[in-house]
């Protein structure tokens, strides 16, 4: 049950990609709570963390703003920054922390960093731009996706480096009008 759930979803995630890069395609839009969006990319990707040594950890309050993003859309933004924060540390093991807050003007800020390699000295801010990769086998393309994604949602996408070691992915969102942030509990939940 559960590979064909997972079918289902990769079939709906390509779907909606082709349908994004389709012209005049709108995205199917609702609302989603970041938290639970977070959690549910952790546990698919958690297999592969721990075949690295990797641990994921999440800093996420319990009660968020709401955004109103194309769900798949925004698992495919969260899969492909994670994916890239698991290959920058396949080799050595680490830490994958994802943060989420909520800004001055009303955004939900989401981070995502790692321990693993650092951003490159030149061309740090070129990073998703369009064919540039430090990848061996990188097309430059997973990034650019990403950022377009995040864009055509009212948001922007940059990276920087970590203070510790590698690097951190930041993305925006426009959070949903008069939703407010109750709690500020922090859950710890995907220690892989």
């Given amino acids: 049950m559960r590979v064909k759930k997972d079918g289902t979803r990769a079939t709906e995630i390509i779907n909606r990609l082709r349908a994004f890069y389709k012209k005049g395609a709108p995205p199917h839009r609702e609302s989603v709570k970041i938290r639970k969006a977070i959690n549910e990319m952790g546990v698919l990707l958690g297999k592969e963390a721990n ?61 995502i960093s790692d321990t693993g390699v650092a951003l490159p000295a030149e061309g740090a801010d070129q990073i998703v731009d369009p064919f540039f990769t430090t990848k061996r086998q990188g097309a430059g393309m997973g990034l650019t996706i990403t950022r377009l994604i995040v864009e055509a949602h009212g948001g922007r996408l940059w990276a920087s480096p970590n203070a510790e070691r590698g690097a951190i992915f930041h993305f925006t969102l426009p959070a949903v009008a008069g939703a407010t942030n109750e709690h500020s509990g922090i859950a710890h939940g995907l220690h892989h």
Wanted: proline letters at 5%.
């Fill in 51 to 111: 075949r690295h040594s990797i641990t994921i950890r999440t800093e996420v309050p319990t009660e968020l703003p709401e955004v109103l993003p194309d769900r798949v859309q925004l698992q495919q933004v969260l899969r492909n920054l994670m994916l890239n924060a698991i290959e920058a540390m396949q080799d050595t093991g680490g830490e994958l922390t994802i943060r989420s807050q909520r800004t001055d003007n009303n955004m939900l800020l989401i981070s």
